[in-house]
T-cell receptor
Framework: GAGVSQTPSNKVTEKGKYVELRCDPISGHTALYWYRQSLGQGPEFLIY????????DSGLPNDRFFAVRPEGSVSTLKIQRTERGDSAVYLC??????????????FGPGTRLTVL | TQLLEQSPQFLSIQEGENLTVYCNSS?????LQWYRQEPGEGPVLLVT?????EVKKLKRLTFQFGDARKDSSLHITAAQPGDTGLYLC????????????FGKGTRLHILP
C-alpha cells in the first residue's frame, strides 16, 4: 500500500500561533514516531506511540508540544504558541512492531514548518 | 552530548573514487542502522546491523559493525553521482529501551 504520508508538506505561520501537523502511517503499523530535523542535523526524537498510547514522550522539548493518536492510526503533532526556534522539518515514521533490533522505520516526507 | 558522532560531516569526491564514512559512540548499541536522505524526503533505510563484527554488502556499499557494537562504517566503492545524499547512522541504545538515536549525518556529494 501507500507509504507514510504527512500533511501539510509546508506550513508557514506567525510567532505565537497554534499549528497541527498530521501523519498517516502505513496501514497495520502499530508504532509511530515523530522526529524534528533542523538544517544540517540528523532527526531528533520527539515521541513515539505504540498503538494509541505514548510509549515515550521524553523528546518533546516543552509543554507547548503535544501529540495524539486517538485510534492507533493517524497521529497529530500539536504545537502551541509557536516560536521561531520551532522552525524545522517534522518527520513522522512508522514501523510494524516496536521491538528492536529489527525495527525498520518507514519515514514520511516531512512537514517543513516555518515560524515567522 | 551527542551520542552518535559521524565523520566526516561533508565529503565531496569525484565519480569513481572510493570513500568511507564513520559512525562512533561510547555507547553499546543493540542494533545500528544506516539511512540515506535526499532533499525534501524522509530517510530511507539502507541496512540494519545487529551482531558485533557483522559485515553487510549492498551492491557497491559495504557496512561494518564494530566488534564492540559501538561503531560502524560505510564504505562506497566507485562512487556514482546517484550516491549523493545525506547518510545517517542511527543506533538503538541498549539500556535505553532501545530508543533510536540519530547522528547528524555525513553529507556526500559525488562530482561527475
Amino acid at each position: 500500500g501507500a507509504g507514510v504520508s504527512q500533511t501539510p508538506s509546508n506550513k508557514v505561520t506567525e510567532k505565537g500561533k497554534y499549528v497541527e501537523l498530521r501523519c498517516d502511517p502505513i496501514s497495520g503499523h502499530t508504532a509511530l514516531y515523530w522526529y524534528r530535523q533542523s538544517l544540517g542535523q540528523g532527526p531528533e526524537f520527539l515521541i513515539y506511540f505504540q498503538g494509541t498510547g505514548a510509549a515515550d514522550d521524553s523528546g518533546l522539548p516543552n509543554d507547548r508540544f503535544f501529540a495524539v493518536r486517538p485510534e492507533g492510526s493517524v497521529s497529530t503533532l500539536k504545537i502551541q504558541r509557536t516560536e521561531r526556534g520551532d522552525s524545522a522539518v517534522y518527520l513522522c515514521a512508522s514501523s510494524f512492531v516496536l521491538a528492536a533490533p529489527y525495527n525498520e522505520q518507514f519515514f514520511g516526507p516531512g512537514t517543513r514548518l516555518t515560524v515567522l | 552530548t551527542q551520542l552518535l558522532e559521524q565523520s566526516p560531516q561533508f565529503l565531496s569526491i569525484q565519480e569513481g573514487e572510493n570513500l568511507t564514512v564513520y559512525c562512533n559512540s561510547s555507547s553499546v548499541f543493540s542494533s545500528l542502522q544506516w539511512y540515506r536522505q535526499e532533499p525534501g524526503e524522509g530517510p530511507v533505510l539502507l541496512v540494519t546491523v545487529v551482531t558485533g563484527g557483522e559485515v553487510k554488502k549492498l551492491k557497491r556499499l559495504t557496512f561494518q559493525f564494530g566488534d564492540a557494537r559501538k561503531d560502524s562504517s560505510l564504505h562506497i566503492t566507485a562512487a556514482q553521482p546517484g550516491d549523493t545524499g545525506l547518510y545517517l547512522c542511527a543506533g538503538a541504545i541498549r539500556n535505553r529501551d532501545d530508543k533510536i538515536i540519530f547522528g547528524k549525518g555525513t553529507r556526500l556529494h559525488i562530482l561527475p
